[in-house]
């Protein structure tokens, strides 16, 4: 199995990815051991802040078998960049054929964002395989993703974007979501103040959540 693959197939067992705003470095690593801890090997680290970048690096040499990507990447240089460092995907606000293009020359999974049909066209034709639906509430939230699905029932969605523990469940009750990203688990406000045990504990619910959904299909 090549290895973009095998990461969607780890993205689809997880059925949650946690998208990460590390502001502090030195948090990388007790950040992991939470969501291992809470039974998730896998993160979406931001390049919203300075130490994004070198956190997602870090975590990669550390943990060379988790499912560790890099998420708000505007630029294909930040692409190549992060591509080069061993992330094991790429996930961008938008659709950059470019981008699309380079990763998969390099056969790294790439999840460009989407929120029409253009834009889901636009991406299609330009290879990618896993869209992300964001952002995802503010667009119009599960009743919109129903309607896009309609003519795309081939196409798969990481809804991101206002999830929460709340929501989850409807959002992957829908046959083409493989995974849903969120960042109520591993909040700002809970890195901020330390608080890994509630952060192991939101992902262990949201684990709940989606064995629930799954089981029952």
Known sequence: MKRAELAEVRL????????????????ADDLFAALSAGGIAAAEITLRTPDGAVALEKLIERHPDALLGAGTVRTLDDARRMVGIGASFIVSP????????????????????????????????????????????????????????????DVSFVPTGGISENNLENYLRQPQVVACGGSWMVATELL?????????????KAIGIVEAVRGDS
Not at 12 to 27: C, F, K, T
Not at 137 to 145: I, P, Q, T
Request: aromatic share 8%.
């Open 12 to 27: 689809r067992e997880y059925g949650i990815l946690p998208v990460v705003e590390l502001a502090d470095l030195n948090q």
């Open 94 to 153: 938008g659709t950059d054929e470019g981008m699309i293009d380079y990763c998969l020359e390099h056969d790294v999974l790439v999840l460009p964002g989407v929120c029409t049909p253009t834009e889901v066209l636009r991406a299609l034709h330009a290879g990618a395989r896993l869209l992300k639906f964001f952002p995802a509430e503010a667009a119009g939230g599960v009743g919109f993703l129903k309607a896009l699905a309609g003519p795309f029932r």
């Open 192 to 204: 901020a103040a330390g608080k890994f045990d509630e952060i192991t504990e939101l992902v262990r």
